[in-house]
């Protein structure tokens, strides 16, 4: 499938920003939505929409998390995303094994489908674009720190730093009724309220202009790489965008050894890289899990603050809009209904809400990253299962249109003898075994 023709370039808008005024009977309910990426830019979309005074505070909207940038296909109706924001439609994917092992993940996509490949710059500046145009105002700033009310119905005291040029530059001050942690996986609001500690992963990630074969030949292809050399517990890429690649690593376990494994990637990748010109280098913290404490008080977190990354796949654009859409709905629902926010109810309407639809997902997922990305063994069995086109049907059902699908029986029971015939051809339960007869040696010394 041909890719986009047109590079678009991040738009750029100013507003001002103040202070806002002490409460009035009547007035609308007024929110600081902290961080102006796919979570923030939702939150802050979906509250102006419903009459909400949200103020989106983005520190520097120019920039951009590095990111694979690959979107499920029901996204784009979802979240009405403009075809022609898209760089690229993946209709073929490769997963590689430590021992180059290739699964074409192409063979059960369906007729027109396709995974959207995409800049955040692009769709993080289209999203701020939308949610001013509903009536939120952007603040160019850097929160520094958050006053907690003193009662229940005290107002929330937003300090920030402002980035705007011109005569808007300083310091200032927003009262607002509540607050939306998307300022990503090193949250200050999270920090701010106590929501607690999380584990992190590092992303590393070039992007690389190639030569005109080069760029031809991942028109429409991505490929993911997996091995301890380019990364002992997930996976490097090679994703196709406007006019270069983004090849990149991610990693939890081994962070300062990133541009070690970053080498890993260029160099699995080889010949089909070769020629390319590094036009930018980008590094970002990712969340591994959900925080702790995801509402406190009227404060809640979505995206990247709140933990909305998979396991496994490392996706989390989706879920960071769609955690930002959720959580400014339910704030201003409840708003509606008592003309206030607590946090029982960002609990019921949000949280809940989240949980229900989401959480076996993660479960899933974070199941599978432990059952195959443990050693290069379960790697080469990951992609010799990746091969079966039932496995890649289920995938794809799953990922395109974000819902646990219902297998067939007779289908399942083929896929776990498969499942278990590959994990013991690799060694999986062979070196399972081995270790739990060596922790119960150790326990029988100690017992005696």
């Known amino acids: 499938m041909a890719a986009a023709a047109t590079c678009h370039s991040p738009a750029r808008f100013t507003v001002s920003c103040s202070s806002t005024s002490a409460a009035a009977p009547g007035r609308p309910l007024r929110v600081a939505v902290v961080g102006g990426g796919p979570a923030g830019a939702s939150a802050a979309e979906a509250l102006a929409s419903a009459g909400a005074q949200a103020f989106l505070l983005e520190r520097n909207p120019s920039g951009a998390k590095p990111c694979g940038g690959a979107i499920p296909l029901c996204m784009l109706d979802e979240f009405a995303i403009p075809r022609d924001l898209i760089d690229r439609r993946v209709t073929r994917m490769r997963i590689l094994s430590p021992s180059n ?66 005569q808007g530059q300083g310091r200032g001050v927003l009262e607002v009724d509540a607050v939306v942690g998307a300022d990503g996986a090193n949250s200050r609001v999270a920090r701010e309220v106590g929501a607690g500690d999380y584990t992190t992963a590092i992303a590393f990630q070039e992007r690389v202009r190639l030569p005109d074969a080069g760029m031809g030949y991942y028109d429409d292809l991505a490929e993911m790489y997996v091995g301890g050399d380019v990364s002992p517990d997930f996976y490097g890429w090679v994703f196709p965008k406007c006019d270069h690649v983004a090849v990149g690593t991610g990693t939890v376990c081994a962070k300062p050894e990133i541009k070690r494994f970053q080498a890993g990637i260029r160099a699995r990748a080889g010949p089909k890289i070769a020629g390319g010109r590094v036009i930018k280098v980008e590094a970002h913290p990712i969340p591994e899990h959900p925080r702790p404490r995801r509402v406190v008080g009227r404060v809640a977190l979505v995206g990247d603050a709140a933990g909305y990354v998979t396991r496994c796949s490392g996706e989390g654009i989706y879920f960071a809009a769609k955690s930002g859409r ?81 297998g067939e029986p007779w289908g399942d029971l083929k896929l776990l003898w498969r499942t278990v015939a590959s994990m013991v051809r690799c060694g999986v339960i062979g070196r399972e075994v081995d ?14």
């Open 101 to 166: 092992l290739v699964a074409d993940f192409s063979r059960a996509l369906p007729p027109g489908a396709h995974i959207p490949m995409l800049r955040r710059e692009v769709l993080d500046s289209f999203l701020r674009t939308r949610a001013a145009d509903a009536g939120a105002q952007l603040v160019p700033g850097l929160v520094t720190s958050l006053s907690l009310p003193a009662g229940p119905t005290d107002p929330y005291l937003v300090h920030y730093i402002s980035s705007e040029s011109g």
């Open 326 to 406: 959720m959580c400014g709905q339910a704030m201003a629902e409840e708003w509606a209904r008592t003309g206030g926010v607590t946090e029982a109810g960002l609990r019921r309407g949000y949280l809940r809400r989240w949980d229900d639809e989401f959480l076996l997902m993660f479960r899933f997922l974070d199941l599978l990253q432990q059952v195959f990305y443990a050693g290069n063994a379960g790697r080469e069995a990951l992609v010799e299962m990746c091969a079966d086109e039932y496995v890649q049907r289920r995938t794809f059902e799953s990922y395109l249109y974000k819902r646990m699908v219902a």
């Open 435 to 448: 270790r739990l007869r060596r922790v119960e040696l150790q326990a029988r010394e100690l017992r005696v």
